[in-house]
């Protein structure tokens, strides 16, 4: 989970009741009405802002709030309530979300409200690849997976949310079966892999680096994004 490279910020409001956990809406094209909207997870939403910048795709991306994925059950209905919302001022709403625990709710907001979604399971499959996580886990099953986003906000979101800052002795009832972090390495500069090995050391685990930079991502959003005969979502 992480505070990548911010795009321009939109002249709508926020689109999380919690702005705490997560960045406001990104893009320019939310003024005029017009182009896409990309109701994100908080996780991956800033990574997405910066690659419909470089690309010059009038998206514009309205994050909810990445301590969702601790509830994962809440993530569809919050995902119908904000494309609801959004489809007034955009010719189509888009859901930069894996399934993300939702075990196919998400799915059935999608068919439900004409919205399409980023390809796989999780936001680790848009980084790494599927083949590549089921070499992880083949390889150790017991393997905790990082991203950036992940790395820079650790304490908070797991430590905290785990309770782990306030009684550490939980920590083998939460990280008892794990033997190894990997840490899916985005941008991995010097302070980055030094929060990464101390997020790694506060759960006592041995860290790998793999570097996938966000090609998956980009590839991932590119097909969402131009995908032929995009169309104006109805239903909604």
Request: aromatic share 6%; with cysteine; net charge negative.
């Amino acid at each position: 989970m992480s505070s990548s490279p911010t795009g321009p910020t939109s002249t709508t409001s926020s689109s999380s009741s919690s702005p705490s956990d997560a960045p406001a809406p990104t893009g320019e094209t939310a003024a005029t009405g017009n182009g896409i909207a990309l109701i994100a997870c908080g996780a991956i939403a800033q990574p997405a802002a910066a690659i419909a910048g470089r690309h010059g795709w009038p998206l514009d991306v309205h994050p909810l709030p990445p301590l969702l994925h601790n509830q994962p059950q809440l993530i569809a209905g919050e995902v119908r309530r904000l494309a609801r919302d959004l489809t007034a001022s955009y010719d189509e709403v888009l859901v930069g979300y894996a399934d993300c625990g939702t075990y196919g709710a998400l799915d059935e907001v999608c068919r439900e409200l004409g919205l399409r979604r980023l390809p796989g399971l999780h936001c680790y499959d848009l980084y790494a690849g599927e083949s590549r996580l089921e070499r992880f886990f083949d390889e150790q099953p017991g393997t905790y997976l990082l991203t950036d986003f992940l790395v820079r906000s650790f304490a908070r979101t797991v430590l905290q949310e785990l309770g782990l800052d306030r009684w550490p002795e939980l920590r083998d009832d939460y990280f008892g079966q794990y033997t190894r972090v990997v840490w899916l390495a985005q941008q991995p500069d010097p302070e980055l892999r030094a929060l990464a090995e101390s997020a790694a050391g506060r759960i006592g685990l041995p860290l790998t680096v793999v570097e996938t930079g966000d090609s998956g991502l980009e590839r991932a959003l590119a097909d969402l994004v131009g995908t032929p005969g995009r169309h104006t979502n109805r239903g909604l």
